[in-house]
């Protein structure tokens, strides 16, 4: 078993945050000058694209395959009665929880799988 030097781990660590800072920070040194309109109305999409690449396979892709059928699917049926509920209620916070609440409750009363 090979011994690290305190030295090499904080080297290390300091390079891993080297690593994951950086390219989070040049960017807003590079576009901290004003950015034109067509350019921050592009980017803002962004963060809705990002979050649906995320959650769309999660809702999708059931029960190890493709089920488009909200009837066999737990997550898109939550999904569903979640957006209905954040049109409503207008809270990211309040959505997440009512979806969260809203599968438990559908595999506690035994509705879905």
Do not use: E, H
């Not at 090979?2 to 040194?29: E, F, H, K, Q």
């Not at 350019?39 to 999409?45: A, E, I, S, T």
């Not at 207008?90 to 035994?110: H, K, L």
């Amino acid at each position: 078993m090979s011994t690290t030097s305190l030295s090499a781990m904080v080297l290390c660590i300091l390079l891993c945050t080297l690593a994951t800072w950086l390219p989070r920070l040049l960017p807003l040194y590079v576009f901290s000058k004003d950015l034109p309109s067509w350019l921050k109305d592009w980017l803002n999409f962004i963060p809705a694209a990002v979050m649906a690449a995320l959650v769309a396979p999660d809702v999708f892709l059931y029960g190890g395959s493709f089920n488009p059928n909200p009837l066999d699917n737990l997550f898109l049926l939550a999904a569903i009665a979640a957006t209905v509920f954040c049109l409503i209620v207008r809270n990211f916070f309040a959505t997440i929880v009512f979806a969260m609440a809203f599968v438990a409750g559908m595999r506690y009363f035994g509705l879905a799988s």
